[in-house]
């Protein structure tokens, strides 16, 4: 069923648990993620970013993407990630997306409330959720990322952007980067308990890749209610592509089954990360 990120998010944060979000950027991605995410009983975001639409080839598979939500039995959300852009939201809405994540972390922080508010209000008039965040999360899904202190959410500007921008979920900066993390990820959990504690809204962690189990679930204990996970899908897809293709020894394999070698890894890290996401059996 298709439902808004608003609506899983409030419910995982009742039930200390965290959500996935995993990005697809093919048509082949739908169908595994949705299988893991019935398999074991959990709701999922499908998560698609701004700079992915052109290879989703986002308004002609929408439809699908759409259909398949709803017809789903368990929640799905259909999210827009790191929009950057008025004409990719409005891209997503008009798509029938249920939520929007507007990353104006490039901006100062009083033209990111300016325009978060701006988005979440356009958002909320056609009953779609959005996230907003705060701090900047460094980083890169095809690179190597460093965390900057610099850049973690400030605690004190917390609450003021939550209740003047109505964002539903906030994604924040408290040691996580996108991509691969360069030496060991050091999450700050002082940090983001002091910041749960601030936010009326639920804590969105980017740039899951790469962090323990152990930590996911402490983040998740302090607050954390979104992950959002893509570069240790993307590794585990090439382990497994790759692994295939030496058994054959420069033998021949037809497309479909490169494909579901492909996508049979993808789904089996997918349902792993609801394990320890902690969201497996809360559908």
């Not at 349902?271 to 497996?280: D, H, L, T």
């Amino acid at each position: 069923m298709l439902v808004t990120l608003k609506d899983v998010l409030e419910r995982a944060k009742r039930g200390n648990y965290a959500v996935g979000a995993f990005n697809i950027t093919n048509g082949l991605c739908l169908s595994p993620l949705l299988k893991a995410a019935e398999a074991q009983r959990s709701p999922v975001i499908i998560n698609i970013a701004e700079i992915s639409f052109e290879d989703v080839d986002i308004l002609r598979l929408y439809p699908a993407i759409i259909h398949s939500a709803k017809e789903a039995t368990v929640p799905v959300v259909v999210n827009l990630d790191h929009g950057l852009t008025e004409k990719a939201l409005m891209t997503a809405l008009r798509c029938g997306f249920s939520s929007v994540m507007f990353d104006a972390t490039k901006y100062s922080y009083e033209d990111n409330i300016r325009l978060t508010k701006q988005y979440a209000d356009m958002a909320h008039s056609v009953g779609v959720s959005l996230e907003g965040e705060l701090g900047v999360i460094g980083g890169s899904e095809a690179g190597e990322g460093v965390a900057v202190a610099a850049n973690y959410t400030d605690l004190r500007k917390v609450r003021p952007y939550v209740d003047a921008t109505g964002v539903d979920a906030l994604a924040v900066s408290i040691g996580n980067v996108h991509g691969f993390y360069k030496g060991e990820p050091n999450l700050q959990f002082d940090l983001l308990a002091d910041i749960a504690a601030a936010s009326a809204v639920p804590l969105v962690l980017h740039g899951g890749s790469g962090i323990s189990d152990d930590d996911f679930r402490k983040a998740v204990s302090l607050g954390i209610c979104k992950i959002n996970f893509y570069t240790g899908s993307s590794v585990s897809v090439f382990h497994a592509l790759n692994a295939y293709m030496k058994e054959l020894n420069d033998g021949y394999a037809d497309m479909a089954a490169i494909s579901w070698t492909m996508m049979n890894a993808f789904q089996k890290t997918v349902e792993e990360r609801m394990q320890v996401f902690g969201s497996a059996g809360k559908a």
